[in-house]
């Protein structure tokens, strides 16, 4: 069984529905069949407190997210995700906010399963991914390049 908490610590309602769905999607085409999920949307001054506290990263970030446990069959983790920074990219990339959410949860599931983008090659892949799992609803991705976004 996989079981997302969800917590939206912004003013403005957000559907978590889609989010949900998508890290459902990610890990069962992934083989994860127990998972133990949280996922957070946070502010940017939010998700820069957790990048530097964390990751020794001063400054925010889209989306981060944390294996707390893992096996081969059973993840525990976090995913943490900047409203503010998907409402801002989203005018730039010309799609709805919502989208643009909904790509940094799937990116953050991603990592949760095993994926990473630090070179060129690891970083098609996880484009790949994403717009493989965007599709699903029905969802172009609007990145023109492959290089990472806000990492």
């Known amino acids: 069984m996989i079981s997302v908490e969800f917590t939206n610590r912004q003013r ?15 890990f069962e085409n992934e ?4 998972a133990e999920i949280s996922l957070a949307i946070v502010s940017d001054a939010e998700i820069h407190e957790v990048n530097r506290r964390f990751l020794q990263h001063d400054q ?19 995913i943490v995700a900047s409203y503010e920074t ?19 949860v ?12 630090l070179d060129a090659s690891d970083r098609r892949v996880m484009r790949d991914q994403e ?11 609007r990145y023109d390049t492959d290089e990472a976004y806000g990492e």
């Not at 990219?89 to 959410?101: C, D, K, M, T």
Request: no cysteine.
């Open 60 to 78: 925010p970030t889209d989306v981060i997210s944390f294996v707390l446990d893992k096996s081969e069959t059973t993840l525990a983790g976090e």
């Open 106 to 117: 799937i990116h953050g599931a991603l990592h949760l399963a095993g994926y990473d983008d």
């Open 12 to 26: 403005m309602p957000i559907d978590p529905q889609p989010l949900i769905v998508a890290i459902h999607r990610v």
């Open 86 to 104: 998907a409402e801002r990219e989203a005018s730039r990339y010309g799609w709805e906010p919502a989208a643009e959410l909904l790509l940094y």
């Open 131 to 141: 717009r493989r799992y965007l599709a699903s609803f029905q969802l172009e991705h």
């Open 31 to 34: 083989g994860i069949k127990t």
